[in-house]
Antibody, heavy 120, light 107 residues
């Protein structure tokens, strides 16, 4: 049973880089999946940040594209999110999620989420 | 971007009721429409993918239908554990986008 676990600082200062890691356990990062970051400000809806494939190929939300980098470490079974120039608008719960290509690309497995606050 | 318009934004219903939530994407997404349930303080959980396929372990009182630009999620007989927020999401175009959510509350 594949499980995802996000980790990282809960507090980030404005203008600094928000960095999070998602560890995949119970399975490996596989070719028939992509791995996304999704965020949710308190009391609001879900926003897709971007995704990465096992090949390292990425897609980002254009609203964040200039600030986002997603990377993958196959040896550690981890994916990472870096969001530069953090502002209060980046305060949110951040989820990592798997999308299965054979399931219409739906997000079938989610981490529990990690809350990040951007504040001085 | 494909905009997802979900309605209603909130809904009050009673245990045993049948409820329907609608999702309308701004362009044709074939059947690349997925539904999620989110309980307070928890991550979303996949209910239905490909517009109509029930995810493993999801009760059969949940069903989805539609294609193109008009989709629905139906709960045939509400149970107490179904009171939550529901999101639709399209997986046809990038960036992936979600509806704004429907909060289902107990009447």
């Amino acid at each position: 049973q594949v499980q995802l676990q996000e980790s990282g600082p809960g507090l980030v200062k404005p203008s600094e880089t928000l960095s999070l890691t998602c560890t995949v356990s119970g399975g490996s990062i596989s070719r028939d999946s992509s791995w996304s970051w999704i965020r949710q400000p308190a009391g609001k809806g879900l926003e897709w940040v971007g995704r990465i494939y096992d090949s390292g190929s990425t897609n980002y939300n254009p609203s964040l594209k200039s600030r986002v980098t997603i990377s993958i470490d196959m040896a550690k079974n981890q994916l990472s999110l870096n969001l530069s120039g953090a502002t209060g608008a980046d305060t949110a719960v951040y989820y990592c999620a798997r999308a299965m290509s054979r399931a219409f690309g739906a997000f079938d497995i989610w981490g529990q989420g990690t809350e990040v606050t951007v504040s001085s | 971007d494909t905009q997802m318009t979900q309605s209603p934004s909130s809904l009050s219903a009673s245990v045993g009721d049948r409820v329907t939530i609608t999702c309308r994407p701004s362009q044709n997404i074939l059947r690349y429409l997925n539904w999620y349930q989110q309980q307070p303080g928890k991550a979303p959980q996949l209910l239905i993918y490909g517009a109509a396929t029930l995810q493993v372990g999801v009760p059969s009182r949940f069903s989805g239908s539609g294609s193109g630009t008009n989709f629905t999620l139906t709960i045939s007989s509400l149970q107490p554990e179904d009171f939550a927020t529901y999101y639709c999401q399209q997986s046809f175009t990038t960036p992936r986008t979600f509806g704004q959510g429907t909060k289902l509350e107990i009447k």
